[in-house]
């Protein structure tokens, strides 16, 4: 972790197929501009992996962190780093994304954070979910291998992108969910 109560602990990662952890410096920078206290708010890693995200927002105060992964050893993992933590506020769910998330009550998350396979065409329809699942106001972090600019890019309309840079090959954003009313 880079930050709260377990900066400075090691996460055990396992390796598997596509898993690729966000780097600290990616993860520095996605929680300077969510601020460094998260006190109080709903978080959910909809494509856990390792669980960097999820459990960092866990160390920085988040009330409820929801980790989805459809892998079972990695769930395994990251229920074994919860226990680990003794991180009572963070839920493992093992099973589809997609799936997990059709069954998430509306505007349920302060965050999200949607980190999905590069390899899959995934993200159009886990910016669908997350738009539904954010409150308003509320923000979305996404994690891609090319950057969401242009009338190809599938940022719902109840999405704004505030924010976006780039580390080596990953490209990174965070979308605000707009207030109601608000227009692009």
């Not at 302060?110 to 910016?127: K, R």
């Not at 996404?142 to 109840?158: C, F, K, M, S, Y």
Request: aromatic fraction near 8%; glycine fraction near 10%.
């Amino acid at each position: 972790m880079i930050g709260g109560r377990w900066k400075r602990s090691l996460l055990p990662v396992l390796e598997a197929e596509g898993l690729r952890p966000t780097p600290d410096r990616v993860r520095e920078t996605l929680f300077n501009w969510l601020g460094q206290d998260l006190t109080g708010w709903h978080c959910l890693d909809l494509f856990a992996g390792s669980g960097a995200l999820g459990f960092e927002a866990a160390s920085r105060g988040a009330a409820a962190v929801t980790l989805v992964e459809t892998n079972p050893r990695v769930a395994r993992q990251l229920r074994d780093n919860q226990y680990r933590f003794d991180a009572a506020g963070v839920k493992v769910v093992q099973g589809d994304a997609f799936a997990v998330a059709a069954q998430m009550p509306a505007a349920s998350f302060d965050v999200i954070f949607l980190d999905p396979p590069f390899a899959e065409d995934w993200l159009g329809p886990a910016l669908e979910h997350a738009a539904r699942l954010t409150r308003p106001g509320g923000a979305v972090y996404v994690e891609t291998d090319r950057a969401l600019i242009g009338p190809d890019a599938p940022v719902p309309a109840a999405l704004e992108i505030v924010r976006q840079a780039r580390a080596g090959a990953v490209h990174f954003h965070l979308l605000q969910h707009r207030q109601p009313g608000q227009t692009a």
